[in-house]
């Protein structure tokens, strides 16, 4: 055995009994060493390559999408509503702010609903019945195809009401904002040690109190980014709008009359036979992948802000 | 000022497990008391029903008198209203990551909904020199997060936030025993300079820890406690076989 370069005996002692000296150079563990490296570069090229492929359909999509359109991307698409067949001009103007509108109920009602849903499960409802329950029920809600989700609110409402809604359109997108939003809220407050939870009630903090401003605070990076999740989903969503929003070709702002969004006009230009149309949809389309971009981003760096620096 | 603790017939469970069986001490005022053995013993379990923090957990209870001065805790107070005159350090120091050093140690306050600044920032100057931590952290208190602070700062700013609420009784569930020994001395001196305003409990696993910091020491064993005395007395001429057993290290 050749000495190990790496290990010094104790002074006054020359060889450690309970120290048994590694060769390093020995046969078994440089074979050891060798196959160890070749898996961590197999490791690290699948981790790479499994990125690569996430990405580049995003870049693709995104890509094709300014190609295809940004050359009909003007002034007018942001001010003008639309323009009948064969005119120039006209733009989806109606249809981005009817897409605020809607986006804005559906989370007003979606998100408020969900994280309660969410705290009971985790800070409530251990081990309850009736917690099992929301959660089965959670789970199976977010695998609904979203058709149903707007037949749901079609029927909940627009039968109801006898016409088309703003509303509806919101309730349908909220009740699939929910389940995303319900589950992730559980997930992320179950990461919070429960030691911070006692050091608040060893404090005298009521349970209500802690929950509020200790658990939810802590967990709140984990809870927004669950939203903007569950936001960027329901926004792209077409098929709950197109019997609840119905969509319009003229302004609209009442809650209670049919209201454009932008992937029911997108829709209703691509199956057109129009190649204006089309160029508007493409370009739509681009509008509407850029407006999520830029809302997840906003609120994550507002979220990012209010941060601790050193905060694990 | 400390109030004494005294305990009577307490008992307590988890789930069918009876981990605290027929406890009777008195714990006295201003003094420091240290309790010692073996792991699972139920040192711990006996403190958190001091401060009703047994309970919290849904399949604990507990059964029994435990008196601060004249109030029987589990008869008439909240638990809530319990645990801001009973304060507790836990073993290993929870700070709130979200908060900073400042919002860390005024916490107890803030969440109650006290909001003035001046007695908040008085608050947490008192607070912090009597953990001995001011001189350390008085720079960046609202710059830096609680939880970005070394292991022995943490723990002493958890000292600090239990002691912000004014507490008259303090509960230490080993303090000491995540910490290096410096940090642990610096905790040590700490216990014994708050002994002349508060009434402290701590639990140990070390008992060189008892022995320095406390008058009085109790030896748990299997949920009961075997016997209570002063400390001297525990270490040098314990009553009870098994109490000398475990101070000589032949068990435990």
New interface residues.
Partial sequence: MSTNPLYTPPPGRDESPLHIPLDINSRYIRLNRVRRQAVNRAVTVLAILSTVLVIVPLVAIFVYLLYMGASSLNLAFFTKIPAPVGAEGGGMANAIVGSGVVLAIASVLGIPVGIAAGVYLAEFG??KMLAAAVRFTADVLNGVPSIVMGISAYSLIVTVQHHFSAFSGGVALAIMMVPTITRTTEEMLATV?H??R?????????KW??VL??SL??A?PGIITGCMLAFARVAGETAPLLFTAFGNQFWSFKLNEPIAALPLQIYVYAISPYDEWHRLAWAGSLVLIVMIMVAVTLVRIYAARG?????? | MGVGISVEHLNAWYGQTHTLQDINVELPANHATALIGPSGCGKSTFVRCLNRMHETNPIARAEGVVKMGDMDIYKDAEPVQIRRRIGMVFQRPNPFPTMSIYDNVCSGLKLNGFRNRKVLDETVERSLKAAALWEEVKDDLKKKSGASLSGGQQQRMCIARALAVDPEVLLMDEPASALDPVSTSKIEDLIFQLKSQYTIVIVTHNMQQAARVAENTGFFLNGKMVEFDSTHKIFTNPKDKRTEDYITGRFG
């Fill in positions: 251990r081990g040690p030691a911070i006692e050091a608040a009630l060893g404090l005298g903090v009521p109190r802690t401003s200790v605070k802590t709140s941060m601790m620096k050193g905060a694990s």
